[in-house]
């Protein structure tokens, strides 16, 4: 099993382009999440999606989209990035519908620069 | 507003000494409370958790929390630590009926050989 697996690993984008952060679980998993981490702030939740055909906003969602392409894939997209994006990107997935008990499965990280 | 608080930013222990990270939250009902651990080059990955019952939980390699709700504290605890404890901590902690997991902001452990 591979896991968690975010693809790409680095990104450097200009202000105002756009891109899609790919994650894919092979755990059979409901749930999958989307965090930012940035230095001295912890994990902070995006986006997240308890159920295959459902998603729902985090803590910090503004500037982002996400797709729940099928219960495998959950999409991140940046349609106009800002340098305040600039940060590591998370995928994690849950066995669970529900997040207070999901024991979360995290992916190894996307480094995005927005210049 | 829920909320997590890791007051240490850096601890740097030596080997064998013993091991006490802090965490304090703030929400206003039951929670549910975790410690995730990322080792250097490594995915975050689960230490312990706690639901209910029995306060004081054990997780992997040797790591236990105590959950004290009058203080609003899940601190995590190890006897002797080892080099290989070097990584980052971070506590995480959602209402029970919640849907929204509010991490902390993290402490990098350093273990001098």
């Known amino acids: 099993n591979a896991g968690v697996t975010q693809t790409p690993k680095f990104q450097v984008l200009k202000t105002g382009q756009s891109m899609t952060l790919q994650c894919a679980q092979d755990m059979n998993h409901n749930s999958m999440y989307w965090y930012r981490q940035d230095p001295g702030m912890g994990l902070r939740l995006i986006y997240y999606?308890?159920?295959?055909?459902?998603?729902d906003k985090g803590e910090v969602p503004n500037g982002y989209n996400v797709s729940r392409l099928n219960k495998r894939e959950f999409s991140l997209r940046l349609e106009s990035a800002a340098p305040s994006q600039t940060s590591v990107y998370f995928c994690?997935?849950?066995?669970?519908?529900?997040?207070?008990?999901?024991?979360?499965?995290f992916g190894p990280g996307t480094r995005l620069t927005v210049l | 507003a829920q909320s997590v608080s890791q007051h240490n930013h850096h601890v740097i222990l030596s080997e064998a000494a013993s091991l006490e990270l802090g965490c304090n939250y703030s929400y206003g009902g039951t929670v549910n409370l975790f410690w995730y651990v990322q080792y250097p080059g490594q995915h975050l990955q689960l230490l312990l958790k706690?639901?209910?019952?029995?306060?004081l939980v054990k997780g992997i390699k040797g790591f236990e929390a105590e959950f004290i709700k009058s203080k609003f504290s899940f601190n995590l605890r190890k006897p002797s630590v080892q080099w290989s404890d070097t990584a980052e901590y971070f506590c995480a902690v959602i209402g029970s009926s919640a849907s929204k997991i509010i991490f902390g902001s993290g402490t990098r452990l350093s273990i001098r050989p």
């Open positions: 994690a997935s849950g066995e669970t519908v529900h997040p207070s008990t999901d024991t979360q499965y």
């Open positions: 999606s308890a159920s295959e055909g459902t998603t």
């Open positions: 706690y639901f209910s019952g029995d306060p």
